[in-house]
């Protein structure tokens, strides 16, 4: 097998399958560590968390489909989600889709050539009294502006 | 026991039996795609819903167990509307390609659409494309298109087999089943997936667009291709759409037999679908005159001419037979009345097939269906020795495995000296080249009879297919012999 | 004793800690209950105070607890359900952040009381970042010797993992949640059995929401008439209602369960903003058919909110003001619904893409004269025949808003 995740997150797997009273119940808890640490989960990676939890590839990949935070390819750097349900819609979350859509001139889904920020749009992230919100790698921004939009794009973009 | 009432019939059904089941028993068949017997209900095709008095929703008459007093109506005004939205649901992203689909004739999309639905499509919007030939392995095929996500299939492979080849993949609408990354359905029972998809998702190359459900004859049988038993259903076609007196075995398909194999079979078994059809030999043959036509009968009538000029103490001596296990027990009885009591023969022999490896499931490593029947017959099955073989005068073979069990050089060096060699087989091969006469004879599809199992089980089983032509199982050719040679037929024992 | 120990939002945004929650009385009613009561009166007591569940669902919690076998040898599990994913709310949020050990202390009460000994808290995935406060809580509380072995010095263990999601709203059903814990796809279970009987890998589990046992402190440490005085003699205690959409204040407001709503809108939300008149207001999160302004002197309780036709659910409000084309509305309902079923079973699975996509044709101006009809009618045949809430979360909304703003919609369709 190609595939090994680090030592610092093969210990940490190590720690977070052991309050499951089946190994198999740590799948949701592993494949994070292994996000965390790539990016994404690999086939290889897939198939080194299904020897490691006693499962079957074929039962990691029906979960990491299941999950939409989950991520079976590469994506940028940083995470970008922007809040589309109906309290960020009626607080105009489209107009701060559109804005991200032309400032990083990538849709939804779609990650900047330069791999740095990939934009999604999600449905509710619990924040609704912050209405527009967006997570930036899971950091909560509520009432959010074009201004501060362009300010955080601005910022992600200088840092190395 | 339970009782309820269904339908306003009393039934009485054991604790713990679902509604769907304990209608059965009155004979209510209520609709249902991704409920099957053999495992747990799963509840998501929605189609069994029922009314239970006292209860505010329709429930799942699969998943809900008898009570003691309970009312059940399965066919009221609001079962009948939510079957109809069910069917409607499944029905709007399903292709219409019923035309060309094998499903169709005994598709449960189709028959409960004439039941219930005959409604007009609704569905303007955009369907879902996706891939409509997915090999999935083992010559089967996925459309994904037909798919309605009951996941019997998912269901069969982790719980039967528990190979768990097949899964499901993201969600919603956008919910597929599929294999990991193609890594392929590869288990001997892959065929029963094509058997319990309700729809016409998953399909068999072996039979795709080979023929119309409706034009399928299907009768049941027990499968002679291991000691096992399972029930089995042959479907064959006779006559149209075929041409005049042509026959054909278009597949085999698991029987019912809960003592046996429930509702699975193996796929050696399913394949023995060309045991019937291919390489079969349809006329006696002489081999000195082989173009010349002769009846059974007369081949028959020479045979036992020449046994009878063989004067009864010599009998032992110069007569040998080679059996085999595939025979029924009817047969064996014949056979054994035939050759060891009235003959007096000692030289009786078996030659089977080669055991192969058994799968820990069904499949068992015996390669016949009635070796517990020889025995029981009164016989000690064991293979013929070539040079008692040879010393012989006339030999009858049942069979043609005895190549699996010795060179075709050996035997054939063996055989070159008896003046009067008899071969009975189904089907041609090598050997046809030592026999003096050829038989045809019936494979068991063709046969009624009995089979003793593995486990000691005496099932008995009617002709599944009707022989061609001047193919006689060997009970027949047996008790034309018995007659021949002056014998009394009599009733051939059971074993 | 200060006001904030019965408020399951203390004022004071710094004052999560175990050293402020003790301040202010925190675990004195779990010590109370595992060092003085027995466990089947700490049941009883939560029943007869008759706490709803705080999810959506509304099922009386100690009802709940009480189904859980006594005894047996088989482990009992306790799951909370933090997986707040109903558009419209954000109180559980809230409590993970502002007052977690409110919640801890709420798990080690009916664990004791129930007989668990180990709980998983089901964090949805977007709160990762957040449930760190929660974490730190539960450290502190393990430190502190309220969570472990021997809680209070008696023979009652408890260990607490935090399991997170991964992004699926259906996770947040109670069964879809167990699945989720057990390391597959988050599709629901067919009931019965029910998770009191049948539950986290096959044994008896306890599933609440997290408001609901942030409460459990004060109705054990209180008792349930103090409850039940708070609320409405049926339907007591106080719930975290979530205001959002057209108002000055957005927020979330602890009140009496029976609080008008036009109290929560317009004297603590602050009504629409200048120039906004309400076209519509969402009760309890997406999932609750909408009310119109005409409505808005129903009372945010269960019995209330079933008599207008629509639910409580998680008590999210999400006010639509008059510049909102309802088709604006629409449109985000029927996306959501169809982008969060599971898809296991045939009516929610079609049901909501179907809808979705006339919805869509209608946005794209294609509308067809008997869309809205054939919208009420899939609602209608999704409704009550799928494997889960779900589909009767979905079918609902959609159908009173069809229904409600029929005249506006047609409109859209001709247009």
Known sequence: MSYTPSAAALKKIQGLIVPYPE????????????QEESGFVSPEAEAWVAAKLGIQPIRVREVLTFYTMLRRKPAGKTTIRVCRNLSCTLAGAEDIIGFLREKLGVGPGGTTPDGRITLETVECLG?????????????DYGRVTKDMVAALVGELEAHE | MVGLKIDGLPVRAAEGTSVLKAAELVGIAIPHFCY?????????????????????????????????????????PCVIQARRDVLEFLLAEHPLDCPICDKAGECKLQDYYERYGLFAGRFVEAKEKRNKKVAIG??????????????????????????????????????????????????????????????????????????RAWFLKKRPTVCPRCSRGCAVVVESVS??????????????KAGENPAVNGSWICDFGRAGRRDIDENRHVRVIRSAAPEEELSWQKGLAAIAARVRAVPGPERPGKIAVVLNSRMTCEEMALAKRVFAESLGLGKIFFADPKPGAGDGFLLTEERVPNARGAVQAGFSPRLPDLAALAATEILFIFGSHLLEHFSEEAVSRALAGIPS?????????????????????????EKSGTYVNVDGLRQSFGRAVEPPPGVVPELEVLAYLANGLGLSRGVPDAC | MSEDAVRLLPADESSWRLEAYVRRGGYEAARKAVASMAPQDIIAEVRRAGIRGRGGAGFPAGLKWSFVPQGGPAPKYLCVNADEGEPGTFKDR??????????????????????????????????????????EALAEARAGGFLGRGIFGSDFDLEVVVHFGAGAYICGEETALLESVEGRRGQPRLKPPFPAVIGLFRSPTVINNVETLANVPSIVGRGADWFLARGLAKDGGTRLFGVSGAVRRPGLYELPVGTPLRTIIETHAGGPPEGVAIKAIIPGGLSAPMLMAGELDTCMDFDSLAGACTMIGSAGIIVIGD???????????????????????????????????IVSRIAEGKGRPADLDLILELADGMKGRTLCPMGDAAALPVRALVTKFRDELERAVSR
């Open chain 2, 239 to 252: 006559g149209y759409p075929l041409g005049e007196g042509q026959r054909r075995i278009f597949r085999i």
């Open chain 1, 127 to 139: 924040n609704c009294d912050q209405a527009p919100c967006l997570q930036v790698d899971g950091i």
């Open chain 2, 138 to 211: 083992k010559g089967l095929l996925l459309d994904r298109e037909r798919c309605i996500l009951c996941t019997r299939c998912v269901r069969f492979l982790r719980k039967v087999t528990g190979t768990g080849e097949l899964g499901v993949f993201e969600r919603g609408v956008r919910a597929e089943i599929g294999t990991y990354d193609g890594v392929p359905v590869d288990n001997n029972y892959s065929g029963n997936l094509v058997d319990i998809c309700p729809v016409g998702a998953i399909t068999d190359a072996d039979f795709r667009f080979k023929t």
């Open chain 3, 94 to 135: 809230a409590i993970l952040v502002r007052n977690p050990h409110a919640l801890i202390e709420g798990m080690i009460i009916v664990a004791f009381g129930v007989g668990i000994r180990t709980a998983f808290v089901y964090v949805r995935g977007e709160y990762a970042r957040i449930a760190g406060r929660l974490e």
């Open chain 2, 421 to 445: 060699k008899f071969l009975f087989s189904a089907h041609t091969g090598p050997l046809d080249r030592s026999a003096e006469l050829v038989f045809p004879i019936a494979v068991p599809a």
């Open chain 1, 23 to 34: 190994r198999s119940a740590a799948l949701l808890p592993v494949l994070r560590v292994l």
């Open chain 3, 323 to 357: 510049r909102t084309p309802i088709l604006d509305v629409l449109k985000v309902m029927a996306r959501f619904y169809a982008h969060e079923s599971c898809g296991q079973c045939a009516p929610c699975r079609i049901g909501t893409s179907w809808i979705h996509k």
């Open chain 2, 36 to 76: 099957h017997p053999a495992f747990e209900a799963e509840g998501n095709c929605r189609m069994c819903l029922v009314e239970v008095e006292g209860l505010p929703k329709l429930e799942l008459a699969c998943s809900t167990a008898v009570k003691e007093g309970m009312t059940v109506w399965t066919s009221t």
